[in-house]
């Protein structure tokens, strides 16, 4: 039977890339519903080809300007608008699975509806979990939703992992430590002095993935990665010394776990999104992405390093944060979202990223994150303050 899917960011990178996986199986997905924020033709030319019951713009202006073009083009999709309606696409009971792919913070609510509605959530927005881990495990657990990991690294570790690690005791056993490999983006083995003038277009060239701008500039301070830490513990329930970062600058491996008998299982495969996009529409099958073959001749070396702690504070912020607990993380974010606007707006150095996430951390008082409102709370709070920081 054919599956019903809402791609939530469906103009973004990760919404694209999903699409075009989707357009491959047209027997086995039908698209209910597509949102975006404000990107009115980029919609309309999706609408057009994968028609949907449903788009949904979040800005009322541009749900307007689409559903003009939509009846000059004779395109009978209905145009809905707001955040509610995002949620609504998300929950709806004739939906199977939604493709979380809004970036940042945005995505929290219709993230978060999809969970309670006991989707199949396939999660690519991590800012979603790393803001509100344990209330969205939960909201998980308690409405039989299940959670895919779309994240390449999450989706190899999850790959790797024993069959019911979560659950099983003796499989938990088993491990000895994950490894989550990051490319090190474009300013791998710089010094702090070259940082500091590097340019939005110089951070936002990743050297092997093509995305959208904000994870490109996390990729290029290491906060990508130490959201990625974030985001590991809280899908798969360790903590985070069980987990070390490993520089792998060619990202053919996505991500390792080594098991307590020595053996270490990787998966690999082209830097692809569409590989884990199909796989978490498909699972537990698999089918057809649109990649290509691993050609190991051309890749016949996989390099390996450290971090570099003292130029990329980025992993070490987010592991306090994490061990914080609370709010903390939601901070960690929320300045990190303020502050890379700001950088891509040439208003902050490249710098400035992390000793604003740091100054917010010390400065945001940390609550319990046991309601939505504290974390919404603590998200805004996070964003006034580095706001007033950069404008001051
Ligand atoms: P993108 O910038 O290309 O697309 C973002 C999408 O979100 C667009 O459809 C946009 O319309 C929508 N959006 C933006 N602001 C919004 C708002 N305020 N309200 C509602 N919708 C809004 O981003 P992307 O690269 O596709 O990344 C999406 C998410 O997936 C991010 O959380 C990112 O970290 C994660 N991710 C991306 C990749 C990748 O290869 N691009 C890999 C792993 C994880
Ligand atoms: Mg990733």
């Known amino acids: 039977m054919s599956q019903m899917i809402t791609v939530l960011g469906a103009t973004g990178s990760i919404g694209k890339s999903t699409l075009d996986v989707l357009a491959r199986h047209p027997d086995n997905y039908q698209v209910f519903a597509l949102t975006a924020n404000t990107q009115v033709d980029s919609m309309l030319q999706l609408c057009l080809v994968h028609r949907p019951q449903y788009a949904v713009m979040v800005d009322e202006k541009s749900a307007q300007q689409l559903a003009k073009k939509m009846a000059d083009n004779g395109c009978a999709v209905e145009v809905l608008a707001g955040v509610d309606a995002l949620c609504q696409v998300a929950s709806a009971p004739e939906v199977d699975q939604v493709m979380a792919a809004i970036v940042g913070a945005a995505g929290l609510l219709p993230t978060l509806a999809a969970a309670k509605s006991g989707k199949r959530v396939l999660l690519a927005n991590k800012e979603a979990l790393?803001?509100?881990?344990?209330?969205?495990m939960e909201a998980i657990k308690e409405n039989n939703a299940m959670l895919l990991p779309i994240d390449s690294e999450h989706n190899a570790i999850f790959q790797?992992?024993?069959?019911?690690?979560?659950?099983?005791?003796?499989?938990?056993?088993?491990?000895?430590?994950?490894?989550?490999?990051?490319?090190?983006?474009?300013?791998?083995?710089?010094?702090?002095q070259q940082l500091r003038n590097v340019t939005p277009a110089q951070a936002v060239k990743h050297p092997n993935w093509s995305m959208g701008q904000k994870i490109s500039v996390d990729s290029a301070s290491l906060m990508n990665k130490g959201l990625e830490l974030i985001e590991a513990c809280w899908l798969f329930e360790v903590q985070a010394k069980?987990?070390?970062?490993?520089?792998?600058?060619?990202?053919?491996?996505?991500?390792?776990?080594?098991?307590?008998?020595?053996?270490?299982?990787?998966?690999?495969?082209?830097?692809?999104?569409?590989?884990?996009i199909a796989y978490g529409l498909a699972w537990p099958q698999r089918m057809d992405s649109g990649v290509a073959s691993l050609d190991f001749l051309t890749h016949s070396q996989l390099n390996f390093e450290a971090p570099d702690h003292s130029v990329f504070p980025a992993l070490n912020l987010s592991r306090q944060a994490f061990?914080?607990?609370?709010?903390a993380a939601a901070i960690l974010n929320a300045a990190n979202e303020v502050a890379v606007a700001a950088f891509l707006r040439e208003q902050i150095p490249f710098t400035a990223i992390t000793d604003l996430i740091d100054a917010a951390l010390n400065h945001c008082k940390f609550e319990s994150a046991d309601s939505i409102e504290v974390i919404l709370a603590a998200d805004a709070s996070a964003r006034r303050f580095v706001q007033g920081k950069i404008t001051a």
Not at 264 to 269: D, N, P, R, S
Not at 323 to 327: I, L, P, S, V
């Open 130 to 136: 790393v803001m509100s881990g344990q209330l969205f």
């Open 160 to 192: 790797s992992l024993p069959v019911n690690f979560k659950e099983d005791i003796n499989a938990r056993k088993q491990v000895r430590n994950i490894l989550l490999t990051a490319s090190g983006g474009p300013f791998r083995g710089w010094d702090l």
């Open 323 to 327: 061990e914080e607990g609370g709010t």
């Open 242 to 276: 069980q987990i070390d970062i490993l520089v792998h600058p060619e990202s053919i491996i996505h991500s390792m776990v080594q098991y307590v008998d020595g053996s270490v299982m990787a998966q690999m495969g082209n830097p692809d999104m569409r590989t884990p």
